[in-house]
């Protein structure tokens, strides 16, 4: 599972999020399967997820193939349409893959090359701090519904389906305050031992 939008406010504070989200499935599509192998050589599809500052997804999107670059997700989505109505006066946090006129309402870090303001220094901490928060939601995702990590189905629509549910089954343990019983103190990263 990798990570794509995330929203925050930022009227000098940041409140959202844009990563995405990767989830394997076992097998090829039987349609343009080969445009679902990503990177990593192995078959998936895309959730772009924005958040709140609770790690509540507020956005989704999914779907697009494995291979699809984030700004071009982003573009691909509803949210994308609609962002002027629905952004205000907010912005979604960013990373470089959304640098350009087409991304106005994305706030990215200032590249460092040595000669950053401390001003500016300040401001890339506060976008990767709220950045985090949406890269943690989808960590606790996939811990709490480790089958998303291996779906074993080729059926696109069946495989979004699942995703968006457990999309909405994360945002419903949040809001009771469900806490993951196997992993009180966080859920473990891709990689770690457990």
């Not at 000098?12 to 990503?38: H, L, Q, T, V």
């Not at 401390?118 to 709220?130: A, M, Y």
């Amino acid at each position: 599972m990798e990570h794509g939008v995330n929203m925050r406010s930022w009227k000098m504070s940041c409140d959202g999020r844009e990563p995405k989200a990767i989830f394997a499935f076992y097998c090829r599509p039987p349609i343009r399967g080969g445009d679902y192998m990503n990177r990593k050589s192995y078959y998936s599809v895309l959730l772009q997820g924005i958040g709140d500052e609770r790690g509540r997804f507020i956005d989704i999107f999914a779907g697009p193939p494995g291979r699809v670059h984030d700004a071009r997700m982003l573009r691909l989505s509803n949210f994308y349409a609609t962002w002027q109505e629905k952004m205000g006066e907010y912005s979604l946090l960013g990373d470089s893959a959304y640098i350009g006129q087409d991304f106005l309402f994305v706030i990215t870090p200032k590249r460092d090359n040595g000669d950053l303001t401390e001003v500016d220094q300040l401001q890339n901490t506060d976008i990767s701090r709220g950045r985090v928060i949406v890269e943690q939601a989808f960590g606790r995702m996939k811990c709490k519904w480790r089958r998303l990590q291996d779906l074993q189905n080729n059926r696109i629509d069946t495989v979004v389906m699942i995703i968006m549910a457990a999309c909405f089954l994360h945002n419903m343990c949040i809001g009771a305050g469900e806490l993951c019983q196997e992993h009180p103190h966080g859920c473990p990263r891709e990689g770690d031992d457990e």
